[in-house]
């Protein structure tokens, strides 16, 4: 069965310090990968994705997502938090371009302590 | 703003009410998405409009039904809702066939049923 999991539900980093939040994914065939923002009171908005190509994938706001396939993980990182980074973070996976084949993962709280 | 709007924003109802909630895009996409966010639980899909498919989750109750007169407008009819039905309810868009389904959302409606 396909999933998507993230096992932290809170993260905790102090400003200035670099920041990963980890997600791994089970899907059969090549995964299309993806992360979504959740500030307070708003929608998901769309970070980054992974499609194919470069295992390094850069995005919104200074984020970035390595895509490592033995390891079938896609962790997001930054190298410098800002307090601004605060919010709620989903990784999501689908195995197909369809509409209904997306997965999201139940979603890691990030704080960051001025 | 992502181009996707919904109204309203908050909507409190009682178990015996019946109210609709809209949903908006201006992206030009083909495929729109209600999804419901409750505290500490993965994103549920609850309903897909595409070009390609129409898709129910059946674990949805009936007591909701969707509607999609266009590929611009979504409408989530609700009836004899449950206070455990309290939560916020997201709608996205799509263009299928590109992208990948990198899914774009509105902000959210908070429903609170009494």
């Known amino acids: 069965a396909q999933s998507v999991a993230q096992p932290e539900d809170q993260v905790n980093v102090a400003e200035g310090n670099p920041l990963t939040v980890k997600c791994t994914y089970s899907?059969?065939?090549?995964?299309?990968l993806f992360w979504y923002v959740q500030y307070p009171n708003r929608g998901l908005q769309f970070l980054l994705k992974?499609?194919?190509?470069?295992?390094l994938v850069k995005g919104s706001y200074g984020f970035e997502a390595e895509f490592n396939k033995s390891q079938t993980s896609f962790h997001l990182k930054k190298p410098s938090a800002l307090v601004s980074d605060s919010a709620l973070y989903f990784c999501a996976v689908s195995y197909y371009s369809s509409a209904s084949k997306i997965i999201f993962g139940s979603g890691t709280r990030l704080s960051i302590r001025p | 703003e992502t181009g996707v709007t919904q109204t309203p924003r908050h909507l409190v109802m009682g178990m015996t009410n019946k109210k609709s909630l809209k949903c908006e895009q201006h992206l030009g996409h083909n495929a729109m998405y209600w999804y419901k966010q409750s505290a500490k639980k993965p994103l549920e899909l609850m309903f897909v409009?595409?070009?390609?498919?129409?898709?129910e989750n059946n674990s949805v109750p009936s007591r909701f039904s969707p509607e999609c007169p266009n590929s611009s407008h979504l409408f989530l009819h609700l009836h004899t809702l449950q206070p455990e039905d309290s939560a916020l309810y997201l709608c996205a868009s799509s263009q299928t066939g590109t992208d990948q389904d990198t899914q774009y959302f509105g902000p959210g409606t908070r429903l609170t049923v009494l």
């Open positions: 899907v059969s065939g090549n995964p299309y």
């Open positions: 992974y499609i194919t190509g470069d295992n």
């Open positions: 409009y595409s070009l390609e498919e129409r898709v």
